[in-house]
């Protein structure tokens, strides 16, 4: 007869993990008035402008399509993102020209500024929460959870 298991598996500590993180980063992000999900948009939306040489505030070819596939989330859970974003102006929509139907996203300066006050504060709590590891450990298990990301998003249909 086999035993059962009394620890969790490792999806269930990843997600305890992630429930965690979650609750600490909003609140955290209070402050800010932003939520985790929020935050995360303005930095993808800050690092698209840097990377491609524009400035803040100018059109870039960023589309809600590319948010939805970069963070795995549905059309109506970015739409509701991007809805609280803009009415705190920290986001605008910009009608794409060679396409009105598709409307580019743009961080405001206002999002801009929270997006890096914001990020300061998750170096150090990034910091903090490795602190325990040493350099080594440190790469190691950076490695391993990517490895972990990668081999899961392989696999589309899981089979058991």
Known sequence: MVEKRKELMIGGVIKKIEILLTAKSNRYLQKFNITWSQ?????YLAM?????????????DVFQKD?????????????????RLEAKDLVKRDIFAQDRRWKRLILTQKGYEIQEKS???????????????SKDEREIFIKCLNSLYESLSREKNFTF
């Open 39 to 43: 935050a995360q948009i303005l930095k």
């Open 119 to 133: 990020f300061d504060g998750f170096v150090k709590m990034e910091s903090e929460l490795l602190e325990t590891f």
């Open 48 to 60: 698209h402008a840097k990377a491609t040489n524009t400035k803040i505030g100018e059109p870039t």
């Open 67 to 83: 948010l939805e596939e970069f963070f795995g989330l549905s059309n109506p859970t970015v739409t509701g993102l991007l809805n």
